[in-house]
Each structure stands twice: as C-alpha cells, then as structure tokens.
C-alpha cells in the first residue's frame, strides 16, 4: 500500500483571550463614540488614550505625539491637531504635565460639543430595548468551533471573579519606568535597591509621581539642600513623604521686623540687610534669636538702639553676628559697662561681669591672658584704682 501523502495544515492562530488582559470601559462612553460624528484620527487618539488609561486603571495619562504616532501610525502634527479638536470639542481634557499634556476622556458625554455632539436620550437604548433579543456567536475564532453555539442577551454579565484588570507585566513596566525617572533626578544617589523598595511600597499613579517629581524640584533648589551633606538618601525621602514638605521662600512679618529694627539702628554706620534676598539660614536664626528673647516679647524693638547705644562693636559684627547665640553673649557683656553721659565708661558696675572686668583692666593699662581667672583680674583692677585713689 502507498504511503499517504502528508498534508501539511496551516496553523490556526492563537486568538487573543481577556486572560492576556482587557481595557474595562463604561458602555456610555462607547455608544457615545459610536453616535459622535468623528474623523477616523480622532477615534484612533480615543482608541490609544482609552487603552493607556483604562487599560491600566487610570483616569488620565500623560502621552506623548511620539507614543500616538507609534500607536496610530498618524503624524505628530496630525495627532496635535486632531487632539486640539476633541478638546475643544470637549470629549478630551486636557492638563499640563511634567513631561507631557496629561489627557482625559471627558465622561460627562452630554458636554460634548461641535461634531462630538451627541443625543443623550438614545445613549444606553440597547440595553433597555433588548432586554429580551437572543442572538448567537461563536466562541473563540471565527471558524466554527465544531458547532458549539452560546446564547447570551445584550445584558452586562456579571464580572467573573477570575477577570483581570491590569496588565501585571505593563504595570510594573511602567512603575519601573517611573522609578528611574526619578532615580535620575534624585541628586544623592546611595542604596538604589532600598530606595526601589521604597518607591515600590508607594505605588504612585500618574498624579502622585507628578507631585512627587514637583516635591523633589522644590528641595532640590532649596537651600537645605545645596548641602549635600542635609540631602536624605532617597529611601527615607520617600517614605517620610519629603515631596509634601514646605519650604521657605520668604521672610515672615516678623522676621522681617527684625531685619527692618537693624537697619534703622545700625544701616547708616554698617549697611542695611536686603528684606527681598531671602536667607534661609537668616530666617531660622532670627526664630532663634526671637525665641531667646521670648520671655519679653517687646526685647527685640530694644535690643539694637541699646546696642547702638551703648556698646563698642568689634569689626566684624553684623546683623547675623548680633542676633547669633555668641554675639548675643558677647553683647549683654558689653552692656553691662556703664558709661557717662558724654560716652566715657562709668566706673561702677564694671565688675558685674567677665567682660565688664576684662574692659576695666584693658582701659587700666592692666595686661592679662585669656587663661588667667577672671577674680585674679578683678582683684588687681580693685587694687589699680584703691591706688590710684590714695594719691588723690
């Protein structure tokens, strides 16, 4: 007997299945296309925009004319143009983004506008007007699946509890994607892996990584963070939610106050602070500063008149020096000399401080070190001027 010839059969293509993972999409939003009288650009644009929303969860995505030409095969200029139609159309909205226009399908489908414009009373008409119609499809390919014939109403079934959703692989896809885009503009880059864990266990959506990435561009032109030595590793930034944080851009009213005591007391003699160039070393030194003096709350008004006043200033003193913690010291020191009524220091109370003693030696002529005890000092000063009085 001859062999048989062998037939090679083509193979039936795998059809796709939802397993592979499928974009959930209100029927409203479907028959309202079907209804709207668009150009074949525009339904390709909803077509990729349903997909990259939906399909991945979201409300809105930031696409770029690149990714629509890829999807559609329509040029970016075509696709910016056709875009600019349906947002005036109102069937998109459209949001700035940080690295492109972040789009929406407008949902409220009876604010569609021009073309777009649909009758709402014949939307969801289907489901109410064929409630009972039975029709008939084959499952799976289009060839006939030896006969077998499944009958289903135009009704929505229920969901199945092994439906998916999301797209895993896509979805991590892009979280990754995410992730080194921020990795990038992250300015200390240490311990990769914890911070990959960190940005994993936020999972941030479009809008959150949009806010994160606008968090991370204010510290990063704060002035903590010209310091790298104050710049957190980016895992702790991320888990402390450091893109929520504030920063300081300006002078409070009262820090200005402050600054504005100084210059009308010492402007003339050393120069005037800039209230406009804000400092944010400055301003946490005048909290400081204010705080110091907290037990009366009127000391600043006073404090740099009598320093004006009333004290020899070294030459390197300033504002920062005299509201700064030594120069403070170094202040109420001086203050304690006395002087007489044409500028001369009086000579009681000298020895109510250190520095009061130490001045009192130096206008004596009486030299000592840094090292020798400030009541040794005090004793030799009482003994200059019980001198100087008996030769009177």
């Not at 005591?261 to 030194?285: K, L, M, P, Q, S």
Request: some cysteine; aromatic content about 8%.
């Amino acid at each position: 007997m001859a062999l048989a010839d062998v037939i090679h059969l083509p193979e039936h293509p795998r059809t796709v299945q939802v397993e592979d993972g499928f974009t959930r999409i209100a029927h409203g939003i479907l028959e309202a296309l079907a209804l709207a009288n668009l150009g074949k650009r525009h339904y390709k644009i909803m077509l990729v925009l349903c997909r990259q929303t939906y399909g991945y969860n979201k409300k809105s995505d930031e696409i770029s004319l690149s990714q629509f030409h890829d999807k559609t095969g329509v040029l970016p200029p075509n696709v910016s143009t056709a875009i600019d139609e349906l947002v005036e159309m109102r069937v998109l909205l459209r949001t700035p983004g940080k690295y492109a226009a972040c789009l929406a399908v407008n949902k409220a489908y009876a604010q569609w506008t021009g073309k777009a414009k649909v009758d709402v009373t014949q939307l969801w008409g289907y489901q109410n007007d064929n409630s009972s119609v039975i029709e008939t499809i084959n499952e799976g390919s289009q060839i006939d699946n030896d006969g077998v014939i499944e009958t289903i109403t135009t009704k929505d079934n229920p969901k199945r509890n092994n439906q998916k959703t999301t797209p895993k692989e896509n979805l991590s896809r892009s979280l990754r994607d995410r992730f080194e885009i921020f990795w990038a503009a992250y300015p200390k880059k240490r311990s990769k892996d914890k911070a990959e864990k960190a940005f994993a266990k936020r999972n941030p959506d479009e809008q959150l990584f949009n806010d994160l990435m606008a968090g991370l561009e204010r510290a990063k032109t704060s002035e903590q963070w010209q310091n790298p030595q104050f710049i957190p590793h980016a895992a702790t930034w991320l888990n402390g939610g450091g893109w929520m944080d504030e920063f300081q851009t300006a002078y409070s009213d009262a820090e200005l106050a402050v600054i504005r005591a100084f210059n009308g007391a010492f402007g003339e003699r050393v120069g005037t602070i800039d209230e406009a160039v804000f400092v944010e070393a400055r301003a946490g030194a005048i909290r400081a500063f204010l705080g110091k003096l907290a037990a009366d709350p009127e000391a600043w008004k006073r404090y740099f008149p009598a320093v004006r006043d009333k004290v020899d200033l070294p030459p390197h003193a300033g504002f920062d020096y005299l509201i700064s913690p030594k120069g403070y010291g170094d202040v109420k020191g001086r203050m304690t000399i006395k002087r007489n009524p044409d500028g001369t220091r009086a000579t009681g109370d000298w020895d109510k401080s250190a520095s009061g003693i130490k001045a009192k030696a130096k206008e004596m002529g009486i030299s000592f070190s840094d090292e020798e005890p400030v009541p040794a000092i005090a004793a030799r000063v009482r003994a200059a001027l019980e001198k100087m009085e008996n030769r009177e």
